[in-house]
């Protein structure tokens, strides 16, 4: 996965990052350890990346949320890994990353949605199988998930299942920190 800045003139860039380290093959394919499914960036011009990841060597930070991948710890030749959802927050140069997490389990989770809100909290939406993700609120047992991460990264103010097809497609936050969300 890569994150690339155009600047306002659209002619150049003003960085492109590579996020990772490498790739599964599994013959005759060639999987992405990384894949990034949803950008946010907020008014300080922070990019926030969300997707999945098998990479064991995601660049997390001290301190984050969750700083292990829950996956395999072995890659099991003919079968790819089981993911984690992930959340990086990039600095506006795209130089460095200022907080990064996994988000899962025991099972298969993916990142599919981000909004950043006026303090600086990413809200991340996706999917998951695990038994074990965080569930704090507990609405339900769900495959759909809604999770808040506070504005270092370092903890899930909120945490939620959904049922299956109702909260993993799209979310945005307004100008009063309402988070709206649609499938």
């Known amino acids: 996965a890569f994150v690339a800045k155009v600047n306002a003139a659209g002619t150049a860039l003003s960085y492109l ?37 098998f990479d064991p060597n995601l660049p997390v930070t001290p301190g984050a949320f969750q700083t292990t991948f829950h996956g395999w710890s072995k890659i099991d030749i003919g079968r790819a890994s089981p993911d984690d959802a992930f959340a990086l927050k990039l600095n506006p140069a795209g130089t460095a990353v200022v907080w990064g997490s996994y988000l ?16 600086g909290n990413l809200w991340v939406a996706g999917t998951t199988k695990s038994t074990e993700f965080p569930d704090a609120q507990g609405w339900s047992t769900g495959g759909d998930f809604i999770v808040e991460f506070n504005s270092s990264g370092t903890a899930l103010p909120y945490s939620a299942r959904y049922p299956d097809g109702s909260a993993s497609q799209t979310l945005a936050v307004d100008s009063t920190g309402l988070l709206h969300v649609a499938t």
């Open 17 to 53: 990052t590579y996020l990772g380290s490498g790739a599964q093959v599994i013959e005759p394919y060639i999987i992405p350890a990384i894949g990034a499914s949803a950008l946010a960036v907020d008014a300080a011009g922070n990019a926030y990346v969300v997707g999945n990841t």
């Open 104 to 119: 899962g389990g025991n099972a298969q989770a993916s990142a599919t949605a981000a909004a950043v809100d006026s303090t």
